[in-house]
């Protein structure tokens, strides 16, 4: 009897004829999905940050308005500034003041009015328009 030979097929080779893919399914690539974010491809997460854990939302096709706020006492004091600077109109005994031209569409009601203001403004709380009528002014909403 004759003694057998070993094969030499595939002999160093790392694929054993497969090629690159090799009859995987998601091996040979660390898992399917984003398998070993905090493990073995931990240096993929710091590269690309954005695909890190958890929910990412949605994209608003109707986003908010920024709300720009001001309280009444602190418009209330600034007054005689704003009609040095001509953005605020003085004729008499009322100031006539249009919040927009500030950039400020909110008008609160926090502190005290000792002036009578006409203010115009987009948006008001129920305690401003009060206590700015109380003083003999009006908010108009525009």
């Known amino acids: 009897m004759m003694a057998s030979r070993k094969s030499r097929k595939m ?6 004829g497969h090629g690159i ?3 995987r399914g998601k091996g040979r690539k ?8 905090g493990k073995h491809h931990w240096s993929y997460a710091i590269k690309h940050p954005e695909y890190l854990w958890g929910n990412h939302g949605f994209t608003s096709h109707h986003p908010k308005e920024e709300i ?7 418009l209330s004091e600034r007054m005689d500034d704003l009609v040095e600077k001509k953005l605020a109109l003085y ?8 919040l927009s031209i500030l950039g ?3 008008l609160l009601g926090k502190g005290k009015v000792n002036k009578k203001i006409v203010v115009k403004v987009k948006y008001a709380s129920k305690i401003a328009v009060e206590k ?6 009006e908010v108009i909403n525009a």
């Not at 700015?132 to 002014?137: K, L, N, P, W, Y």
Request: glycine share 24%.
């Open 11 to 16: 002999r160093g080779s790392n694929t054993c």
């Open 21 to 23: 893919k090799g009859r």
């Open 30 to 37: 660390g898992g399917k999905g984003l398998p070993g974010i």
């Open 68 to 74: 720009n706020a001001i309280n009444i006492g602190e």
């Open 91 to 98: 004729d008499g005994d009322k100031y006539e003041v249009d």
């Open 104 to 106: 400020v569409n909110k």
């Open 132 to 137: 700015i009528q109380e003083a003999g002014g």
